[in-house]
């Protein structure tokens, strides 16, 4: 099993930047593909981006490419998202997740979950 923490939420104005973390602990880390959900008030959680366990494969929604940044350091244990040029729709409580395939992480059901930080951006 692993364990997921996440870090880095806050309030930014609208352009800004945000770097969320997420830390792992338990079973080996480079076992795990990597991702990031995220559930604004009144809608389902939905995919943002995912990272394979090298770092080589990466996934975006649409709405954050170009925008966001997926990144991981496995002697770490750690994954990151880099979200610059933050727009109000991209407020949301924002998961940090994993699971031992990719494929499935990227479809929406990766097996463990971060219990989240709060991302807002004012406009």
């Known amino acids: 099993q692993v364990q997921l923490v996440e870090a880095g939420g806050g309030s930014v104005q609208a352009g800004g930047s945000l770097r969320l973390s997420c830390a792992a602990s338990?079973?080996?880390?480079?076992?795990?593909?990597m991702g990031w959900f995220r559930q604004a008030p009144g809608k389902e959680r939905e995919f943002v981006a995912g990272?394979?366990?090298?770092?080589?494969?990466?996934s975006y929604a649409d709405s954050v490419k170009g925008r966001f940044t997926i990144s991981r350091d496995n002697a770490k244990k750690t994954e990151y998202l880099q979200m610059n040029s933050l727009k109000p729709e991209d407020t949301a409580v924002y998961y940090c997740?994993?699971?031992?395939?990719?494929?499935?992480?990227?479809?929406?059901?990766?097996?463990?979950w971060g219990q989240g930080t709060q991302v807002t951006v004012s406009s």
């Open positions: 990272i394979n366990w090298n770092g080589r494969s990466t």
């Open positions: 997740a994993a699971d031992l395939t990719y494929r499935t992480v990227v479809a929406g059901r990766p097996g463990y």
């Open positions: 338990g079973r080996r880390f480079s076992d795990y593909t």
